[in-house]
């Protein structure tokens, strides 16, 4: 089935220490998003990808930044973890900006000790 | 700036029973809208969406929203509440005219209870 990956589910970390969460898709996508979640919270869009071209959010810290080496693929790195970062990120897809409904990965729960 | 209300964070609802789910957004034009829901430890999945034409809107499930331009609203319904209907319900809204950006509401928690 065609769907949206995201590896690891659960991550644990130490605080500062730096850390990658990757997120695939089998949709053929052009747009990628990246959605912090805290406990009992919204999900809050930190920055996406429209092919290559990156979007971020005004207020995503410069902590969080993005990769995204091909269609399939987009990695968020967060650089120096503090313990205010332990959430569920949320990686999303969408064919194009224009009244299209994005399709969720089961996210990454992400632990910093 | 775009935003989304869901009154009550926590809904209770005895099986069979109606479910309804508010939503209310403000923004001067209105938005696209759509309502997820969120399991234990999974994404999001769409339930439904309204972008433009018929605004009674039948979504996955069995549920339904209405949206209603007068009322700057946009509330989630199902006839019978099945207990596999546990979940969180998120409202989002994302800006016509491009951009896709979705805000979210904060969430309501709906119970099912036999």
């Known amino acids: 089935d065609a769907m949206v990956i995201q590896n690891p589910r659960y991550q644990v970390t130490q605080f500062g220490k730096p850390v990658t969460l990757s997120c695939s898709q089998t949709?053929?996508?052009?747009?990628m998003y990246w959605y912090q979640q805290k406990s009992s919270q919204a999900p809050k869009l930190l920055f996406h990808?429209?092919?290559?071209?990156?979007?971020n959010e005004a207020d995503t810290p410069d902590n969080f930044q993005s990769r995204r080496p091909n269609t399939s693929f987009c990695f968020l790195d967060i650089r120096s973890p503090g313990l205010g970062d332990a959430a569920m990120y949320l990686c999303?897809?969408?064919?194009?900006?224009?009244?299209?409904?994005?399709?969720f990965g089961p996210g990454t729960r992400l632990l910093v000790l | 700036a775009q935003s989304v209300t869901q009154l009550g964070s926590h809904v209770s609802v005895s099986e069979g029973a109606l479910v309804l789910l508010r939503c209310n957004y403000s923004s001067s034009v209105p938005p696209y809208l759509f309502w997820y829901v969120q399991y234990p430890n999974q994404g999001l999945q769409l339930l439904l969406k309204y972008t433009t034409g018929a605004t009674l809107v039948k979504g996955i499930n069995g549920f339904e929203a209405e949206f209603k331009k007068s009322e700057t609203s946009f509330h989630l319904t199902k006839p019978s509440a099945h207990m596999s209907d546990a979940a969180e319900y998120f409202c989002a809204a994302s800006p016509t005219g491009g951009g896709n950006k979705l805000t979210f509401g904060t969430g309501t928690q709906l119970k099912v209870e036999l």
């Open positions: 999303a897809t969408s064919r194009g900006l224009e009244q299209e409904t994005q399709y």
């Open positions: 990808y429209y092919d290559k071209d990156f979007n």
């Open positions: 949709l053929n996508h052009n747009v």
